[in-house]
Nanobody
Framework: QVQLVESGGGLVQAGGSLRLSCAAS??????LGWYRQAPAKQRELVAD???????NYADSVKGRFTISTNNAKNTVYLQMNSMKPEDTAVYYC??????????WGQGTQVTVSS
């Protein structure tokens, strides 16, 4: 059974930092990532990282956010710095396994006040 357990969301002032964590279990995952969905907007990719460490970032977060994993490649982190009000959204952890199945976490709210 696949489980994705997220933590680390909350309220932060503009310019501040937050770190999200997601512990993934139940499969060997080829890609771990973070997506976000703001009110009345579509879910979008924030960043992802492959098992070999290749990373991909949305243009809007490049230079501010950093994605990483632990050595076991089963926990993914998103370090968010220089945060902006437009980063406010529900952030979802995503994991893809060897069979290309995609799994989602329950979501964690991130709110950036101006």
């Amino acid at each position: 059974q696949v489980q994705l357990v997220e933590s680390g969301g909350g309220l932060v002032q503009a310019g501040g930092s937050l770190r999200l964590s997601c512990a993934a279990s139940g499969r060997i995952f080829t890609t771990l990532g973070w997506y976000r969905q703001a009110p009345a907007k579509q879910r979008e990719l924030v960043a992802d990282i492959t098992r070999v460490g290749r990373t991909n970032y949305a243009d809007s977060v490049k230079g501010r956010f950093t994605i990483s994993t632990n050595n076991a490649k089963n926990t993914v982190y998103l370090q968010m710095n220089s945060m902006k009000p437009e980063d406010t959204a529900v952030y979802y952890c995503n994991a893809q396994d060897i069979g290309w199945a995609s799994y989602w976490g329950q979501g964690t709210q991130v709110t950036v006040s101006s």
